[in-house]
């Protein structure tokens, strides 16, 4: 599966992503790909999961189910350099 990402052209692609700050959930079902030269922006009302995304994305927030594939590479689960 993280080698679609290749196929496909995206550079980043999160995938029915559910991720919690202990007891609430901050995410659920997350899913989304960017293209490699693309801009792409996140937008929605206060609490909405902006931050909880960006921060699953980088690692800050644990994902608890699906993944996050950058560069052909499956991330979410990878400690932090």
């Known amino acids: 599966m993280a080698g679609d990402a290749h196929l ?3 550079v980043l692609q999160v995938r029915d992503v559910r991720a919690d700050y202990g007891l609430v959930t901050a995410l ?3 899913t989304f790909s960017v293209g490699r030269g693309e801009i792409t922006a996140l ?3 206060h609490g909405a999961g902006k931050s909880a995304a960006l921060k699953a994305i980088c690692g800050l927030l ?3 189910h699906g993944e996050i594939i950058f560069d052909g590479r499956r991330v979410n689960g990878t400690p932090m350099e």
């Open 62 to 64: 644990p994902v608890v």
């Open 43 to 45: 937008i929605g009302p």
């Open 8 to 10: 496909n052209g995206a």
């Open 28 to 30: 659920d079902g997350l």
